[in-house]
Every structure is written in structure tokens, then in C-alpha cells.
């Protein structure tokens, strides 16, 4: 006779039971979280972010957390947050200066005159193309004009257009910066003891969301920030209007692989020449070619070859799927998860395939 086996022992029931209201209240605290997701992101964001300074500030204090804290939260708003909010503000009003610009310049008739004198003789040229013949380029580009103006003066109006929404979630955001500063290395051991790998495997996903945080960050962020703030200086200084608007189209420009920023100041530089500012267009594009561009060539495969180690082509896709999914912070996200599926990948292949 042999015994029977117990199809559902105490232990059975009890981790159903368990798991069962686990994901129950993580299920709950989702939808808590869900409203201030976007503050508790970008706090997330700026903590690994400013970690370097964290890390010196708290050893000029002498370790004492709080303080470090309470300093790093303070200089995190005056240098990044409030000039943030004011560049926006500046980019929703020249974006509707941009819009209100085109309607005037279609409905006065100046467009027509403006037009022949300048970009006549250009498109002639343009339309012996074959394929470009039947285009009307003149109505294309006003309509463009007019959806990209605005459009973006839409999306940058609706974030400060409900002022109590932006400073809650303003303060929600400097509350999560002071204790991610603060308890953050406390946060992640907590969390990184409770996952089912081995403390090799723990360290060797650190270290790749890590280098590709910082990669990404310094290699896409910081370099296609250089090129818009570059790109709106040299609009400014050579006379071009929106300097802010352009700028802010070159940085997000900057993210593609092929073209990047100068898909803005040289139509800038061609603007000026075609109006008749010889001097300031052959100026701005130098400035274009010297200080925008041609850093980009080596700036960006120094800064993120070394850490993230993507390779170029996932490294656009990530971008542009991030982008499309996650909105803004997909340019982050996006290389994100393709290199820690990688990670994965390899301790699936180390774990179960090899062994």
C-alpha cells in the first residue's frame, strides 16, 4: 500500500493565499502611485542623475545623509527645476509668437511677396526634380509651420496651463528628490534582496542598468542638449527669430542618427543668405558646422560607447520605441529595457542553457 499524496498541503494554500494578496496590494499601490508616476520618475531620474555630486556633497557634510540631502533637493531645484519651467514658459510663448506669425503672414498677402524674393528661386530648382514636380512646397511648409507651432504650444501650454497641478506635483517631486537622496542605496538593497538571483547576478544587472543610464544620459541627453543650447545661441547672436523654439527642435532633432541638428541651422543659414544677410548666414553656418555638429562626431561615441555598449542600430530603435511608448522619457527607457533584456538573456543562457 502506498500512501496517498496530498494534492494541496497547508503550505500550498498558504503561499496561494499569500501571493494571491501580494499581488493584490501591489495591484493597489499601482493605482496610488499612478497619478504622481510621472514626479516620482523624474525624481528618479535626477537622483541617479546627480549621484556623482550626491556622493561628493555627502563627503564634503561628513556623511551626515539628512543635510546632503536637504542640499542636494535645494541645488537640484535653482539649477535644473526652476530654469526648466522657465524655458518652457519661453518655448509655449514663442511657439504661439511662431503660429500667430504664419497665420499673419498668409492672411496680409506678405507671404506671397516674401516668398518670390526669397524662396522662389530656390523651389524652381527644386521642382525640376521628377518626383517633386507636382509637389505645392509652399502650402506644405506653411501648413507644417502652423501644425508644429501649434502643436507644441498645445503640449508645453497644457503642463503649465493647470498652475496647482504643476506645483503639486512640483512638490511631490522635491519630496521624493530629499529621500532618494537620503534612503535611496537603502531602497535599493531592500528590493534587490527580495529577487530570486544570486548576488553575482544582482551586481551584474546593477552595473548594466547603471552604465546604460549614464551612457544614454551623457551620450544622448547631455549631447543633444549641447547642440540645441548651441544651435539657439547662434540663432539669437545672428539674428534669426524663435531662437528658443529652433533650439528646442534642434535638441530633439539631435536624437537621430542621420541629420541631427543640422536640419536646423542650415535651413537657418539658408534663410539668412536667401534674405540677403550674406555675412550672418555664412557665419551661421560655421557656427552650425564648428560648435554644433561637428562636436556631435566624437562627443557622443566617447560618452556612451564606453558605458552602455549598445550597439548603434538597438540603440535608435530603443529611442524612437521608448519615445513612442513612454513619451519623453522613453529616450531613457527605451535603451533601458533593450540592454537589461540583454542582461537577462545572458543569465538565461548561463543559468539553464549551459548548465
Same mark, same amino acid.
Given at each position: 500500500?502506498?500512501? +496517498?499524496?496530498?494534492?494541496?498541503?497547508?503550505?500550498?494554500?498558504?503561499?496561494?493565499?499569500?501571493?494571491?494578496?501580494?499581488?493584490?496590494?501591489?495591484?493597489?499601490?499601482?493605482?496610488?502611485?499612478?497619478?504622481?508616476?510621472?514626479?516620482?520618475?523624474?525624481?528618479?531620474?535626477?537622483?541617479?542623475?546627480?549621484?556623482?555630486?550626491?556622493?561628493?556633497?555627502?563627503?564634503?557634510?561628513?556623511?551626515?545623509?539628512?543635510?546632503?540631502?536637504?542640499?542636494?533637493?535645494?541645488?537640484?531645484?535653482?539649477?535644473?527645476?526652476?530654469?526648466?519651467?522657465?524655458?518652457?514658459?519661453?518655448?509655449?510663448?514663442?511657439?504661439? =509668437?511662431?503660429?500667430?506669425?504664419?497665420?499673419?503672414?498668409?492672411?496680409?498677402?506678405?507671404?506671397?511677396?516674401?516668398?518670390?524674393?526669397?524662396?522662389?528661386?530656390? %523651389?524652381?530648382?527644386?521642382?525640376?526634380?521628377?518626383?517633386?514636380?507636382?509637389?505645392?512646397?509652399?502650402?506644405?511648409?506653411?501648413?507644417?509651420?502652423?501644425?508644429?507651432?501649434?502643436?507644441?504650444?498645445?503640449?508645453?501650454?497644457?503642463?503649465?496651463?493647470?498652475?496647482?497641478?504643476?506645483?503639486?506635483?512640483?512638490?511631490?517631486?522635491?519630496?521624493?528628490?530629499?529621500?532618494?537622496?537620503?534612503?535611496? +542605496?537603502?531602497?535599493?538593497?531592500?528590493?534587490?534582496?527580495?529577487?530570486?538571483?544570486?548576488?553575482?547576478?544582482?551586481?551584474?544587472?546593477?552595473?548594466?542598468?547603471? =552604465?546604460?543610464?549614464?551612457?544614454?544620459?551623457?551620450?544622448?541627453?547631455?549631447?543633444?542638449?549641447?547642440?540645441?543650447?548651441?544651435?539657439?545661441?547662434?540663432?539669437?547672436?545672428?539674428?534669426?527669430?524663435?531662437?528658443?523654439?529652433?533650439?528646442?527642435?534642434?535638441?530633439?532633432?539631435?536624437?537621430?542618427?542621420?541629420?541631427?541638428?543640422?536640419?536646423?541651422?542650415?535651413?537657418?543659414?539658408?534663410?539668412?543668405?536667401?534674405?540677403?544677410?550674406?555675412?550672418?548666414?555664412?557665419?551661421?553656418?560655421?557656427?552650425?558646422? %564648428?560648435?554644433?555638429?561637428?562636436?556631435?562626431?566624437?562627443?557622443?561615441?566617447?560618452?556612451?560607447?564606453?558605458?552602455?555598449?549598445?550597439?548603434?542600430?538597438? %540603440?535608435?530603435?530603443?529611442?524612437?520605441?521608448?519615445?513612442?511608448?513612454?513619451?519623453?522619457?522613453?529616450?531613457?527607457?527605451?535603451?533601458?529595457?533593450?540592454?537589461?533584456?540583454?542582461?537577462?538573456?545572458?543569465?538565461?543562457?548561463?543559468?539553464?542553457?549551459?548548465?
Amino acid at each position: 500500500m502506498t500512501e +496517498e499524496r496530498q494534492v494541496l498541503t497547508p503550505r500550498h494554500i498558504f503561499a496561494l493565499v499569500f501571493f494571491a494578496l501580494l499581488i493584490f496590494l501591489v495591484y493597489q499601490m499601482m493605482r496610488i502611485l499612478a497619478p504622481f508616476s510621472s514626479s516620482l520618475i523624474w525624481a528618479g531620474v535626477l537622483t541617479l542623475a546627480l549621484s556623482p555630486v550626491h556622493v561628493r556633497v555627502l563627503r564634503l557634510v561628513k556623511g551626515r545623509t539628512g543635510l546632503a540631502a536637504g542640499l542636494m533637493t535645494v541645488g537640484a531645484l535653482l539649477a535644473i527645476i526652476i530654469p526648466a519651467i522657465a524655458f518652457l514658459s519661453m518655448l509655449a510663448r514663442q511657439s504661439v =509668437d511662431l503660429y500667430e506669425w504664419a497665420a499673419d503672414l498668409v492672411q496680409s498677402g506678405r507671404l506671397a511677396e516674401q516668398w518670390s524674393t526669397v524662396a522662389a528661386p530656390l %523651389l524652381d530648382r527644386l521642382r525640376q526634380v521628377p518626383f517633386l514636380s507636382g509637389l505645392n512646397i509652399k502650402d506644405i511648409l506653411i501648413q507644417w509651420l502652423k501644425a508644429f507651432s501649434s502643436g507644441l504650444a498645445a503640449q508645453v501650454g497644457a503642463i503649465l496651463k493647470n498652475l496647482f497641478l504643476l506645483i503639486a506635483n512640483l512638490v511631490i517631486m522635491l519630496i521624493a528628490l530629499f529621500f532618494l537622496f537620503r534612503d535611496g +542605496e537603502s531602497y535599493y538593497q531592500k528590493v534587490a534582496g527580495v529577487l530570486p538571483f544570486t548576488r553575482k547576478q544582482r551586481e551584474a544587472i546593477a552595473k548594466k542598468f547603471v =552604465d546604460t543610464f549614464t551612457g544614454v544620459l551623457h551620450g544622448v541627453f547631455f549631447v543633444a542638449f549641447l547642440q540645441g543650447l548651441m544651435t539657439g545661441i547662434g540663432f539669437a547672436v545672428f539674428g534669426v527669430a524663435f531662437p528658443a523654439l529652433w533650439g528646442f527642435l534642434a535638441a530633439v532633432l539631435a536624437l537621430l542618427p542621420v541629420g541631427g541638428a543640422a536640419l536646423v541651422w542650415l535651413p537657418g543659414a539658408a534663410y539668412l543668405f536667401l534674405s540677403g544677410s550674406t555675412i550672418p548666414a555664412v557665419l551661421l553656418a560655421a557656427w552650425g558646422l %564648428l560648435l554644433v555638429s561637428l562636436p556631435d562626431n566624437f562627443l557622443k561615441p566617447l560618452l556612451i560607447g564606453r558605458k552602455a555598449r549598445i550597439p548603434a542600430f538597438l %540603440l535608435f530603435l530603443g529611442i524612437l520605441g521608448g519615445l513612442q511608448v513612454y513619451g519623453f522619457l522613453g529616450i531613457l527607457f527605451g535603451p533601458l529595457i533593450v540592454t537589461l533584456l540583454a542582461a537577462f538573456v545572458q543569465i538565461y543562457r548561463e543559468e539553464f542553457v549551459e548548465k
